[in-house]
């Protein structure tokens, strides 16, 4: 059969407004989450971690949220801006491995000024 | 710039050509990866090595063949590789690990590999 692509999660928002991106994991034995940005024609940047001991995390204008009950992630932006217009991935590291982190499928945000 | 760059930045090749992808960083890191970034799947890892030693492997075809001959650099060999094998090749670059220690990694801006 044909072969589709991902069909990434998209989410708009308004300059200004704060953003809120979810993420489910699986795997309890993760140690470690990661929040990465993707801008087009760039790899990967880092945005902000979260040990698997705290169930919150705050950077400049991110927040990261973990919620090991349910296996959710989060990231919320504060004062959403067209510069922060990116793909996001979460991202988690297996506690036994030696750096082998596990990507999510990434969220489209596309801020309009 | 992260610090971490790859050449080319582009290639289109045959599946009967041998290519290899390029990986530098100047960060003074110790840890190496291979990363497939296709429009089918999450990001993946390929490979991993700490100290110039392969720790990790994520089940990729020999068709792939990782070097990393110093801490610095690194290198994806490429052979009579398929056209599904076209995608975004990142590699990326951190403190050397320990087991159950998280050190952040740095990307380079990808390889796009085009496979006809």
């Known amino acids: 059969g044909e072969s589709v692509g991902l069909h990434l999660p998209t989410l708009s928002v308004q300059e200004g407004d704060n953003s809120i991106i979810n993420c489910a994991y699986s795997n309890s034995a993760s140690d470690y989450f990661i929040w990465y940005k993707q801008e087009s024609g760039k790899g990967p940047q880092f945005i902000i971690d979260i040990r698997s001991n705290m169930d919150k995390r705050q950077g400049q204008r991110v927040t990261v949220l973990l919620n090991k009950t349910v296996k959710h992630l989060s990231l919320q932006i504060a004062a959403t801006q067209p510069g922060d217009s990116a793909v996001y991935f979460c991202a988690e590291k297996n506690g036994t491995s030696y750096g082998k982190l596990t990507f999510g499928q990434g969220t489209i945000l596309t801020v309009h000024p | 710039e992260t610090g971490v760059t790859q050449t080319p930045r582009h290639l289109v090749m045959g599946m009967t050509n041998k290519k290899s992808l390029k990986c530098e960083q100047h960060l003074g890191h110790n840890a190496m990866y291979w990363y497939k970034q296709s429009a089918k799947k999450p990001l993946e890892l390929m490979f991993v090595?700490?100290?110039?030693?392969?720790?990790e492997n994520n089940s990729v075809p020999s068709r792939f063949s990782p070097e990393c001959p110093n801490s610095s650099h690194l290198f994806l060999h490429l052979h009579t590789l398929q056209p599904e094998d076209s995608a975004l090749y990142l590699c990326?670059?951190?403190?050397?690990?320990?087991?159950?220690?998280?050190?952040?990694?740095?990307f380079g801006p990808g390889t796009r590999l085009t496979v006809l």
């Open positions: 090595y700490n100290f110039k030693e392969q720790t």
């Open positions: 990326a670059s951190s403190q050397a690990y320990k087991r159950g220690s998280y050190n952040e990694q740095f």
